[in-house]
Nanobody, 125 residues
């Protein structure tokens, strides 16, 4: 069974940074497209970033381009989301998700089969 565990969330001031981790167990994460999503109260789940297993290509939502960076550490079987220059509107529960059905990853939640439990990110002064 595919299991994903997110960590690294917390409270940070505007302009600060956090690094989220998505660790996998029972499967080799390198063979999967991994996406990061977020959901704020009263809002729909939004695709933030993803990284493709095929060629390492990445996707970023316009709202996070230039501030967030996704990366993969195969030795640790972990995908990271480095979040810099955080804004209050980045406040949400962040989830990672996996799929191995597509050549390239995307920010569409419908393409992902397996999800972590989420980690809360709060940006506030």
């Amino acid at each position: 069974q595919v299991q994903l565990v997110e960590s690294g969330g917390g409270l940070v001031q505007p302009g600060g940074s956090l690094r989220l981790s998505c660790a996998a167990s029972a499967f080799t994460l390198d063979y999967y497209n991994i996406g990061w999503f977020r959901q704020a109260p009263g809002k729909e789940r939004e695709g933030v970033s993803c990284i493709s297993s095929s060629d390492g290509s990445t996707y970023y939502a316009d709202s996070v381009k230039g501030r967030f960076t996704i990366s993969r550490d195969n030795a640790k079987n972990t995908v990271y989301l480095q979040m810099d220059s955080l804004k209050p509107e980045d406040t949400a529960v962040y989830y990672c998700a996996a799929n191995n059905h597509y050549y390239y990853c995307s920010g569409s939640s419908y393409e992902y089969n397996d999800w972590g439990q989420g980690t809360q990110v709060t940006v506030s002064s």
